[in-house]
């Protein structure tokens, strides 16, 4: 995983002191392991998925869910698990978790995917008290209201960590120093609080304009940050304390995992829009689905020279985007001909890069990336001489946070021989691991496509961007549409470096589910699937419903989990249609999504009949769906009324 070694953090002042030392040693890190692993090719596919998960406590009586802070204390009984590895993460309610190894380039491994997920959730809930459950969630919807963990915190805006008016500091986990220290020194450096402002959602009845009354105690001229139309959030845990799902794989070679990273990028946007599961933001239903800009926000450390609002004096470079943000470089060579965005570089580590021989196009990744200070460092890590150690580079690497990570091998041993991976981390948690399962084989299905079909959906970098803006839009995946490349199945002309790409803009159903023009993903995916040999017909029919998932989201059959719960929201007696959810639509809402993990109850116009169908054209028999027969022993009505 990043990083987490551990020591004394630094304030901010030693922090900033010591950033060119920890950047220095960290390009010279990376020059040791390109220099050995450049040319080390042959590396088996394989890949590996991340959850986040959230641990909630539900007070029946009270019609009340809360936040539980229980993750330092589960993670230490979770440490010599067998069945998995279990992180620490941004808030003690989070858990995160990864398979115990990855799995093979064997498509049946996919039989055992959502299994797998069912059982980490599970094994970390069996640690748990009565009322308190592990759910997928991508945002709680009243993070940073009033009690909204158990144990309840008040805030404290003079408290020196997140200085917030709504997130109480001791909702970060502390079984660890990272993420304080990072809290405090991204406000620290930025020299004020994190501000992030989202766009409400305005309903029949709420106030126009809509201005927010902020719990301002102390100062009251906090008043003046409420911005008409927006909530507005002050810390970062609003954005670190949200959840997602990513999945790592593993390229043959340097070579390859350049070509998949690049190839996978333009589709970043549209499996956000796809997954996306954000719409409500303390306690207000919003104008968006997705996290994306949130945490963007919520982790953004710029100083006002890099933000452009001055001129540059003590800072070096004028920063374009967020720590947090969409990548601005494609890294193989056709892919450059779409880079067409500034990528601000630290000129001194380019040189460096370059003089000792690692390419042009990898230098300029790592440079762009080392503009950033360290935001977190430990006092024991200052000083090492080990020529094994890649801890400055992974400091500066994991605090990148971007849509994809070019992830170079780890040099020290390597017995287990991990060769260079490419993560996708765009995509927002599903409630149920068969969505999570279908969107994990999404993505790797795609990489076995662009390989064995040679699709190239390379775009320019700043249409990528805007499809990112355009994906977290309200209903984006049924409304919106996206650049995309006329062609796929062209590919550059690499010696007269010309351009192949003509731009269109698609929906996300032509997409998918193709239109006259072009065949679409899914079908894409189909013919793939059509090519396998020795796979199994479970498997088989597993990843046809994954892939009709994906299709069936697409075209509206099904809801994002976003829509979900806005018309969850919407349908709730208690809802006065003024945009504000509270305590009680809350816990129904979070009830339900538990409801749905659990398969105690399927979602509205759900899978029930979308998995009879393909079941029924693929094996002739439905036994074959895990909990199906308990299911229909369930209804919405006879299990709200039982809880
Ligand atoms: P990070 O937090 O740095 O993104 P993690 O270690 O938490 O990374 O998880 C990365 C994922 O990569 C896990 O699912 C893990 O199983 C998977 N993985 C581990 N080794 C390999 C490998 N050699 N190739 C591909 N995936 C791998
Ligand atoms: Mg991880
Ligand atoms: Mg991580
Ligand atoms: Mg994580
Ligand atoms: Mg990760
Ligand atoms: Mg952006």
Same mark, same amino acid.
């Given at each position: 995983?990043?990083?987490?070694?551990?020591?004394?953090?630094?304030?901010?002042?030693?922090?900033k002191?010591?950033?060119?030392?920890?950047?220095?040693?960290?390009?010279?890190?990376?020059?040791?392991?390109?220099? #050995?692993?450049?040319?080390?090719?042959?590396?088996?596919? #394989?890949?590996g998925?991340?959850?986040?998960?959230?641990?909630?406590?539900?007070?029946?009586?009270?019609?009340?869910v809360?936040?539980?802070?229980?993750?330092e204390?589960?993670?230490?009984?979770?440490?010599?698990?067998?069945?998995?590895?279990?992180?620490?993460?941004?808030?003690?309610?989070?858990?995160?978790?990864?398979?115990?190894?990855?799995?093979?380039?064997?498509l049946?491994t996919?039989?055992?995917l959502?299994?797998?997920?069912?059982?980490r959730?599970?094994?970390?809930e069996?640690?748990?008290?009565?009322?308190?459950?592990?759910?997928?969630?991508?945002?709680?919807?009243?993070?940073g209201?009033?009690?909204?963990?158990y144990?309840?915190?008040?805030?404290s805006?003079?408290?020196?960590?997140?200085s917030?008016?709504?997130?109480?500091?001791?909702?970060?986990?502390?079984?660890?120093p990272?993420?304080?220290?990072?809290?405090?020194?991204?406000?620290?450096?930025?020299?004020?609080?994190?501000?992030?402002?989202?766009?409400?959602?305005?309903?029949?009845?709420?106030?126009?304009?809509?201005?927010?009354?902020?719990?301002?105690?102390?100062?009251?001229?906090?008043?003046?940050?409420?911005?008409?139309?927006?909530?507005?959030?002050?810390?970062?845990?609003?954005?670190?304390?949200?959840?997602?799902?990513?999945?790592?794989?593993?390229?043959?070679?340097?070579?390859?995992?350049?070509?998949?990273?690049?190839?996978l990028?333009?589709?970043?946007?549209?499996?956000?829009?796809?997954?996306?599961?954000?719409?409500?933001?303390?306690?207000y239903?919003?104008?968006?689905?997705?996290?994306?800009?949130?945490?963007?926000?919520?982790?953004?450390?710029?100083?006002?020279?890099?933000?452009?609002?001055?001129?540059?004096?003590?800072?070096?470079?004028?920063?374009?985007k967020?720590?947090?943000d969409?990548v601005?470089?494609f890294?193989?060579?056709?892919?450059?001909?779409?880079?067409?965005?500034?990528?601000?570089?630290?000129?001194?580590?380019?040189?460096?890069?370059?003089?000792?021989?690692?390419?042009?196009?990898?230098?300029?990744h790592?440079?762009?990336?080392?503009?950033?200070?360290p935001?977190?460092?430990?006092?024991?890590?200052?000083?090492?001489?080990?020529?094994?150690?890649?801890?400055?580079?992974?400091?500066?690497?994991?605090?990148?946070?971007?849509?994809?990570?070019?992830k170079?091998?780890?040099?020290?041993?390597?017995?287990e021989?991990?060769?260079?991976?490419?993560?996708?981390?765009?995509?927002?948690?599903?409630?149920?691991?068969?969505?999570?399962?279908?969107?994990?084989?999404?993505?790797?299905?795609?990489?076995?496509?662009?390989?064995q079909?040679?699709?190239?959906?390379?775009?320019?970098?700043?249409?990528?961007?805007?499809?990112?803006?355009?994906?977290?839009?309200r209903?984006?995946?049924?409304?919106?549409?996206?650049y995309?490349?006329?062609n796929?199945?062209?590919?550059?002309?690499?010696?007269? #470096?010309?351009?192949?790409?003509?731009?269109?803009?698609?929906?996300?159903?032509?997409?998918?589910?193709?239109?006259?023009?072009?065949?679409?993903?899914?079908?894409i995916l189909?013919?793939?699937?059509?090519?396998?040999?020795n796979i199994?017909?479970?498997?088989?029919?597993?990843?046809?419903?994954?892939?009709?998932l994906?299709?069936?989201?697409?075209?509206?059959?099904?809801?994002?989990?976003?829509?979900?719960?806005?018309?969850?929201?919407?349908?709730?007696?208690?809802?006065?249609?003024?945009?504000?959810?509270?305590?009680?639509?809350?816990?129904d809402?979070?009830?339900?999504?538990?409801?749905i993990?659990?398969?105690k109850?399927?979602?509205?116009n759900?899978?029930?009949?979308?998995?009879?169908?393909?079941?029924?054209?693929?094996?002739?028999?439905s036994?074959?769906?895990?909990?199906?027969?308990?299911?229909?022993?369930?209804?919405?009505?006879?299990?709200?009324?039982?809880?």
């Amino acid at each position: 995983m990043g990083l987490l070694s551990s020591g004394t953090p630094l304030d901010w002042t030693e922090t900033k002191k010591n950033s060119w030392n920890i950047r220095n040693s960290g390009i010279e890190q990376f020059i040791r392991i390109y220099k #050995k692993f450049k040319n080390s090719c042959n590396y088996p596919f #394989k890949w590996g998925d991340e959850i986040e998960f959230t641990l909630v406590r539900f007070d029946h009586d009270q019609k009340k869910v809360q936040l539980l802070l229980k993750a330092e204390q589960l993670l230490e009984k979770l440490k010599d698990s067998n069945i998995a590895f279990f992180h620490p993460e941004y808030a003690s309610y989070m858990v995160e978790s990864t398979p115990i190894e990855p799995f093979s380039f064997d498509l049946n491994t996919f039989k055992y995917l959502e299994d797998n997920m069912d059982l980490r959730r599970k094994t970390i809930e069996a640690l748990l008290d009565q009322n308190e459950h592990v759910i997928f969630l991508t945002s709680f919807p009243l993070l940073g209201c009033d009690e909204f963990t158990y144990p309840s915190y008040k805030p404290s805006s003079n408290k020196h960590i997140s200085s917030s008016i709504f997130y109480p500091d001791e909702i970060i986990f502390n079984g660890h120093p990272r993420f304080r220290t990072l809290s405090r020194n991204i406000r620290e450096r930025k020299n004020k609080n994190v501000s992030i402002y989202v766009p409400i959602f305005k309903d029949k009845n709420t106030l126009s304009p809509f201005v927010e009354k902020l719990p301002c105690p102390e100062s009251p001229e906090c008043q003046n940050l409420a911005i008409e139309d927006h909530v507005y959030l002050d810390a970062t845990g609003f954005g670190m304390g949200c959840s997602c799902l990513q999945a790592t794989f593993q390229a043959e070679s340097i070579e390859e995992a350049k070509h998949l990273y690049d190839q996978l990028l333009p589709l970043t946007p549209i499996l956000l829009a796809l997954s996306a599961s954000s719409p409500i933001w303390r306690g207000y239903l919003c104008d968006i689905d997705c996290r994306w800009n949130v945490i963007s926000a919520s982790v953004d450390d710029r100083t006002d020279e890099e933000l452009g609002h001055l001129p540059l004096k003590k800072d070096k470079y004028r920063v374009y985007k967020s720590r947090y943000d969409s990548v601005d470089s494609f890294l193989s060579e056709p892919g450059q001909l779409y880079n067409d965005i500034e990528l601000v570089k630290d000129t001194e580590f380019y040189e460096k890069l370059i003089k000792n021989k690692v390419d042009k196009i990898l230098a300029e990744h790592v440079s762009h990336l080392f503009i950033r200070d360290p935001i977190a460092i430990f006092k024991e890590k200052l000083t090492s001489d080990d020529d094994q150690d890649v801890d400055s580079f992974e400091n500066i690497q994991s605090t990148n946070w971007q849509s994809m990570r070019f992830k170079p091998p780890p040099i020290r041993d390597n017995a287990e021989k991990i060769g260079w991976r490419v993560e996708f981390r765009p995509v927002e948690l599903q409630f149920t691991s068969f969505e999570n399962s279908a969107f994990c084989a999404f993505v790797i299905l795609l990489t076995h496509a662009i390989k064995q079909f040679d699709l190239n959906f390379l775009i320019p970098i700043s249409k990528i961007d805007e499809n990112m803006e355009r994906a977290q839009k309200r209903n984006a995946c049924l409304e919106q549409k996206f650049y995309f490349r006329k062609n796929v199945f062209e590919q550059e002309d690499l010696i007269a #470096k010309q351009k192949t790409c003509e731009l269109v803009e698609l929906s996300i159903d032509e997409i998918i589910n193709g239109n006259d023009e072009f065949k679409g993903l899914s079908e894409i995916l189909f013919d793939y699937l059509c090519m396998i040999e020795n796979i199994e017909a479970f498997a088989l029919c597993k990843l046809k419903q994954y892939i009709k998932l994906i299709s069936s989201r697409a075209n509206g059959t099904l809801m994002t989990p976003a829509s979900y719960m806005r018309k969850f929201v919407k349908d709730h007696p208690k809802y006065l249609h003024d945009s504000v959810v509270d305590n009680e639509v809350n816990y129904d809402l979070i009830w339900h999504i538990y409801l749905i993990t659990n398969r105690k109850i399927e979602m509205i116009n759900s899978l029930n009949v979308l998995l009879v169908i393909v079941i029924a054209a693929s094996l002739g028999s439905s036994k074959t769906i895990a909990g199906k027969e308990q299911d229909d022993d369930y209804s919405e009505e006879s299990e709200i009324n039982s809880k």
